[in-house]
């Protein structure tokens, strides 16, 4: 991997701020270019190639919004700073949609922002590693997958299972396992389920995949120690509320693997439910009639609202991970999450956040009320065989810190 200097291009109307950046950059051993103007700045994004942007978001002429999404056009891999003296909401949500356009957007830097903030972008920058921009490259290629390689993917038993667990916010015990797939690729790797579930959805083979992944996560589950006092979730697509089987061969496989109904979630997304009320309606009834859950996933990024989807009969909502994500710098997701909880209780719902990436974030869950967490700051989605040894090392923790 080469090892280059990192290039700090910053735009920013006023020549005096942008410069003092660029003095700050270049003091940490950066080289660093400023801009005023937009179309000179987009020039220097395709020229200079910069490791990192800081974007000042109001700018006459061309605002920010619109050079994010110029520079999403562009494939523009430089890690960004977007800054403004302008509230926090607006900044946010231009977090949200660069993000959603695919930028590597680092942080927001509410203006004035102090020279250690500055430095905390920047950290590490000068031995950026030009490898990144290429792994991106190939990541892009490595998208295109054909509907050929994913019939031998269900064929071969390419598909594995990962599995993220579900923790108590309160007592933090273990609560469940969210089963995740993966794909085993002979030359690829691992693809991700983003890069598949959607293509198997529009051919007609989501159902053999749900099929696979039921038959793998209730054998794994059911040779855990301690099952019966666990759950076991599981995704499913919208095309399964279709599937008029689906119930029953899901109650066959448990009765095989000697799990009950009762241990098993099916998680379905906000609009997959919202889309088709009426099937959705029926699948979930069905399913709670023969003793399983039924979970909302990616609550709160939807159109729908709570009391709409409470006529559904589910038994758990999952807040959709960017709230969570977003928790510590956002009051608006903070808000939300409680509201969503306060109104969860009053439905006799468990909530669950799941995205929860840093301690303070589940500390406010604890505080708000909210019943379960999961995230990458309890624990990352990791392989079957891999869940004992995470269990006992927890314990381990537990007893050494007991707070
Ligand atoms: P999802 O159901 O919302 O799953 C949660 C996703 O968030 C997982 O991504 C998980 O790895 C990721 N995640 C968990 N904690 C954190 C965190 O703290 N921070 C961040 N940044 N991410 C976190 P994954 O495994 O890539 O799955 C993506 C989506 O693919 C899932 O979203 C689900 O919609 C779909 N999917 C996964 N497995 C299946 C499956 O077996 N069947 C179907 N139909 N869809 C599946
Ligand atoms: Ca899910
Ligand atoms: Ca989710």
New binding site residues.
């Given amino acids: 991997m080469n090892l280059e200097r990192g290039r700090v291009l910053i735009l920013d109307d006023e020549e005096a701020v942008g410069k003092s950046i660029a003095r700050l950059a270049e003091h940490l051993l950066l080289e660093s270019r400023s801009e005023t103007n937009a179309e000179a700045f987009l020039k220097a994004v395709d020229q200079w190639k910069p490791t990192h942007i800081i974007l000042d978001l109001v700018m006459p002429g061309m605002d920010g919004v619109q050079v994010l999404q110029r520079l999403a056009d562009m494939n523009c891999t430089a890690r960004i700073a977007i800054s403004s003296g302008i509230g926090g909401r607006v900044l946010n949500a231009a977090y949200r949609s660069a993000a959603e356009h695919g930028l590597d957007i680092a942080c927001v830097l509410p203006k004035p922002f102090t020279a250690s903030e500055l430095k905390e972008f920047l950290h590490n920058s000068h031995v950026v590693a030009s490898g990144r921009a290429d792994r991106r490259r190939m990541d892009s290629k490595a998208q295109v997958t054909t509907l050929e390689d994913l019939l031998s993917a269900i064929r071969e038993q390419q598909l594995s299972l990962v599995y993220?667990p579900k923790i108590d916010c309160r007592t933090k015990d273990l609560m469940g396992f969210?089963?995740?797939?993966r794909w085993q690729h002979p030359t690829r790797g691992n693809v991700?389920?983003?890069q598949f579930?959607p293509l198997a959805e529009r051919h007609g083979l989501?159902g053999a995949?749900?099929d696979q992944?039921v038959e793998m996560g209730l054998r794994w589950f059911s040779g855990l120690p301690n099952s019966t006092d666990l759950s076991l979730s599981?995704?499913?697509?919208a095309k399964t509320m279709g599937d008029m089987g689906f119930v029953d061969k899901l109650l066959s496989s448990c009765h095989e693997a000697r799990v009950s109904a009762n241990n098993l979630i099916l998680?379905i997304?906000e609009t997959a439910a919202m889309d088709d009320q009426l099937l959705a309606l029926d699948l979930f009834t069905r399913l709670r009639m023969k003793g399983f859950h039924v979970s909302i996933?990616?609550f709160g990024i939807g159109n729908s609202s709570l009391a709409l989807l409470a006529r559904l009969p589910f038994s758990e909502i999952k807040v959709d991970?960017s709230f969570a994500?977003s928790a510590t710098r956002s009051e608006e997701s903070r808000a939300i999450i409680k509201s969503t909880v306060d109104l969860s209780h009053s439905l006799d719902l468990t909530v669950v956040t799941?995205?929860?990436?840093d301690s303070a974030t589940l500390e406010f869950l604890n505080d708000i009320g909210c019943d379960l967490a999961?995230?990458?700051?309890i624990a990352r989605?990791m392989p079957g065989d891999a869940v004992e040894g995470w269990v006992l090392q927890r314990q381990d923790s537990a007893r050494w810190d007991p707070s």
């Fill in positions: 993220q969210e089963a995740l797939v991700m389920p983003d579930i989501i995949i749900t992944v599981v995704n499913i697509s998680e997304t996933d990616d991970k994500m799941e995205g929860v990436e999961q995230g990458y700051f989605p």
